[in-house]
């Protein structure tokens, strides 16, 4: 099933009337179909966190179209972007972003409580998520009172407790230890295979792309390049690792 | 770039900030100016009739406004340096030494506060005349309205020196701030909890029992018992606000917690969270402005009733514009009516009643150790038609009387219920007759020298009069003759007929009383604590508020990173705003709401032990809570502007 389609989007920054323009993405277009695992890699400046503000309605493209459920996101008002980032869009940020004024608990229901939901229905959904991902213990916990993987499942919990239509990852790994970078890349695939979630992870550590089922290589706001994972995870790695060394992307 | 440079340069980028401390001290400035100038100002000195008390007063309130001036601007400072955190750990990362950041950050201090000073102090002068007149006019009788321009070098030389002292205390404690810095701080957003009070029932039920027993108190209708209990009760109902603040707010937050219904939707949660987060570095001054803004309330309301009250007052307490008794020659009565046609002024009403005395047998009145009768008191004793002529006349809201044969009303100074109630048990015995007490009345003009009078039914007093029970010569043959009692036109507004009438008066009456002295004297006190106050909560609801200001600004730079993630998981705009408003209002509406109600309850105070008891008045509590009101909403009106720019603030800052 086809989740998200982005049709010639283009992004320009600055004014044309003193030739300043500076285009960040240019006529891009793919599909995500359901149960996806996508990296975008790139190297920095090259438009991979443009397009994933894009996605995630954070920003809006200069022309083209981002068709969801056969609508056009591009055209929605400020507050029809917020209701639809509420149900449709999980982010996992670089650092969780978890508050620290709130319980791991009221981290999780956030996404939840500023859309109206039931409490019942709040606490079903949170009860059968935080079981799953080994955090119940917790939940009453502060993010500072909990180690980091806690911190990260919790993130995981926020961002599919909406049950959204896609999740975004902005550089997950970025801030990890190998360790815990690992950790959370798991922490990725088990929701993809149990849960059947969409994920679209931009990153430039090519050990953290090489859990990705399909990667989007993005040059000068165009795609470059478009690789499948295959049975070998090695000969994956190998071939990201030929296609970013001609991108000028970094190696770990 | 020097630091000068760098220092003008900020305040420029942070005008809005420092604006906040611009006025707040300028306000400040002025007042202590003002106060200082007037203590200076010889025209003053001399209109006062007691101006070592009206100095005394002033200089004592103006030291108490400087001390809560440098202790409202330092935390203030202190809380606007850590808002700017990140921009000062910047200059530390630059390579900047602690020490040359704290003399960038004092001379900004300096620069505002020297601004503020000058224009204070300009304000001041600028408005010196009108400050005055004003408060001439509201304490003196007889101003003429004109005023010279007085420029107080002395005053402005002080002033400069006790504000420059307060900024360098700001810049010392601003050093001190800044060495806590971790520069890690900078690259680590605010993870650690700033310590979210927990809170506890035990501290909420204490704070209740404390406050609550503080009311029960307070609400006495015993004016004797309060007297006693004043500094329990206020140490009841402090301490029982700060603990509420430190440990019982917490919890009632976390009680609400519960209610997931209402927790649970995203604005409730985002503003709960984030001000129960905040709530121990905030609670101290939520409380200090609670307890603050009642006494200070009530303590004006108080003033600007009794100053309402003065003429009534006035009269309830000596009756007549003008009466003179005991004089040792007869020469008084032709020498006052002299001076009142010398004055050209038309003596409206006159009587001369003789004066008796009594000392009938009766048990001894002791409570606790103090005598309140014993064979050495006596009574000064009216017939009924003697007292109801007296009463009559006078201007007093005093209502006449019927006695009945063999019924006595008892009249005491001063309204004391616990021994009143054993004065109307009391038969009084003399040689061959016994007569009760009827009723015990409170009345502080009629003893004419005496501690307590008496009024006899008529035929009861000319029986005694007869027998030699009721004399005019007391026991060594010295007696009281005759109280003269005058009512004329415009007796509060004739300093000269006064002065000469105290002249002859102070010389041969055995004892006299004047309206105008009165009058005078209280307008004195009155009017000038009422000035004072005035001053004072303008002070103290400016330091207030800017203090809040600071404090939410910091909190916004802290929180900012929590609403960029907000709006990512999909919080709009309405809800944004939304939840702004119910992170702030709480804390400027709390403990303005905690202060009206210490307020209503110290005000009952003060009418049972003021206006009840000392100066009685009808209505006195209606109009207490008047005062109070108009009061509370001005600190209201000036608070919500205040949360308006704080939330307008905030608002830019988390964008």
């Known amino acids: ?252 | 770039m020097n630091l000068l440079d760098l220092a003008l340069r900020n305040i420029k980028n942070n005008i809005k900030k420092h604006i906040m401390f611009f006025f707040s001290m300028t306000f400040s400035v002025f007042t202590v100016y003002t106060f200082l100038a007037l203590v200076q100002n010889q025209q003053v000195n001399d209109a006062f009739i007691y101006d070592g008390r009206y100095r005394a007063v002033l200089l004592a309130f103006g030291v108490i406004i400087m001390v809560f001036v440098m202790f409202f601007l330092i935390s203030s400072n202190n809380s606007f340096i850590k808002a700017r955190k990140r921009e000062i750990s910047t200059y530390s990362l630059f390579g900047m030494s602690h020490g040359r950041i704290g003399k960038l950050i004092f001379l900004e201090t300096l620069l505002v506060g020297l601004t503020s000073l000058a224009t204070g102090i300009g304000v001041g002068i600028f408005f010196s005349k009108l400050t005055t007149m004003i408060l001439l006019s509201v304490t003196v009788i007889s101003f003429s309205g004109d005023v010279a321009l007085d420029i107080d070098l002395k005053a402005i030389y002080l002033t400069a020196i006790m504000f420059i002292s307060v900024f360098s205390m700001m810049g010392l404690s601003g050093l001190w701030v800044i060495n806590r810095f971790q520069l890690v701080d900078l690259f680590k957003a605010e993870k650690r909890s700033e310590g979210k009070g927990k809170g506890s029932y035990i501290l909420l039920i204490i704070s209740l029992i404390l406050i609550g027993w503080g009311y029960y108190l307070a609400s006495s209708n015993n004016p004797y018992n309060l007297v006693m209990m004043a500094i329990p009760i206020l140490v009841l109902v402090i301490s029982g606000t700060y603990i509420f603040f430190w440990g019982g707010l917490p919890k009632v937050l976390s009680i609400l917690k519960r209610n997931k219904r209402k927790y649970y939707r995203g604005v409730n949660l985002i503003a709960i969270t984030s001000f129960s987060h905040r709530m121990r570095s905030i609670s101290s001054v939520m409380a200090t402005i609670a307890v603050l803004s009642a006494v200070a309330t009530t303590a004006i309301a108080t003033g600007f009733t009794l100053y309402s009250n003065i003429e009534n007052n006035g009269y309830d307490t000596i009756g007549y514009d003008l009466f003179f008794y005991a004089g040792e020659d007869d020469g008084i009565l032709q020498e006052v009516e002299e001076i009142f046609s010398r004055h050209d002024v038309e003596i409206t009403q006159q009587a001369q009643v003789p004066l008796y005395r009594t000392y009938p047998k009766l048990e001894a009145i002791e409570i606790e150790g103090v005598t309140f009768y014993n064979e050495e008191y006596y009574f000064r004793v009216y017939s009924q038609t003697a007292y109801n002529e007296l009463v009559n006349m006078s201007k007093s809201k005093i209502a006449p009387l019927e006695i009945a044969s063999g019924k006595a009303v008892w009249f005491i100074r001063a309204d004391v219920p616990r021994v009143m109630e054993i004065m109307k048990e009391q038969t009084l015995d003399f040689t061959d007759l016994n007569i009760e007490v009827s009723d015990v009345l409170v009345n502080t003009f009629l003893h004419f020298g005496s501690i307590y009078s008496l009024v006899l039914n008529d035929e009861d007093f000319s029986h005694l009069l007869l027998e030699n029970q009721i004399v005019k010569e007391d026991k060594v043959g010295r007696g009281a003759g005759e109280v003269n009692v005058f009512n004329f036109n415009n007796a509060l507004q004739n300093a000269e007929l006064n002065s000469d009438l105290n002249k002859v008066l102070y010389q041969n009456a055995g004892g006299y009383r004047t309206a105008y002295s009165h009058y005078s004297e209280a307008r004195e006190t009155f009017g000038l604590i009422s000035f004072i106050g005035f001053f004072m909560s303008g002070v103290f609801i400016l330091m207030t508020a800017s203090l809040l200001y600071f404090k939410q600004i910091m909190a916004a730079e802290e929180e900012r990173h929590h609403y960029k993630t907000l709006r990512k998981i999909g919080m709009d705009y309405i809800t944004e705003k939304r939840a702004i408003t119910r992170r702030l209002l709480p804390v400027f509406a709390i403990p303005l709401l905690i202060g009206i109600l210490h307020s209503i309850f110290a005000m009952k105070t003060a009418d049972t032990m003021v206006f009840s008891h000392l100066m009685p008045m009808g209505n006195s509590y209606r109009k207490v809570l008047f005062f109070s009101s108009m009061m509370y909403g001005a600190y209201g009106f000036v608070y919500s502007i205040f949360y308006f720019i704080t939330k307008g603030q905030y608002r830019k800052i988390i964008r």
């Open chain 1, 1 to 252: 099933m086809q989740i998200l389609k982005v049709e010639n989007i283009s992004k320009i920054y600055g004014s044309s009337k003193r030739d300043k323009e500076y285009m960040a993405l240019k006529n891009i277009s793919f599909e995500v179909i359901q149960g996806e695992f996508i990296g975008v890699m790139g190297a920095s400046g090259s438009g991979k966190t443009t397009l994933l503000n894009i996605l995630g309605s954070i920003d809006k493209p200069t022309t083209g179209k981002i068709i969801m459920e056969g609508k056009d996101i591009a055209k929605y008002s400020k507050n029809q972007l917020s209701t639809h980032r509420m149900k449709n869009i999980g982010f996992i940020f670089q650092d969780y972003n978890l508050l620290e004024t709130m319980t791991l608990k009221e981290n999780i229901i956030l996404p939840l409580a500023l859309h109206g939901t039931k409490i019942n229905d709040i606490e079903n959904r949170l009860s059968v998520l935080v079981k799953d991902l080994g955090i119940l213990n917790v939940l009453d916990k502060y993010p500072y009172e909990v180690s980091g993987g806690e911190q990260q499942r919790a993130a995981a919990c926020r961002a599919l407790i909406t049950q959204p239509k896609i999740i975004l990852a902005d550089e997950p790994t970025g801030n990890l230890d190998s360790k815990s970078g690992k950790d959370l890349l798991h922490l990725l695939t088990y929701i993809n295979d149990e849960y059947n979630a969409t994920i679209l992870m931009v990153t430039h550590d090519v050990f953290a792309a090489s859990y990705c089922k399909k990667i989007m290589f993005i040059r000068d706001g165009e795609i470059y390049n478009e690789l499948h994972a295959g049975n070998d995870k090695k000969q994956f790695f190998d071939s990201i690792i030929d296609v970013m060394s001609v991108l000028g992307g970094e190696e770990r």
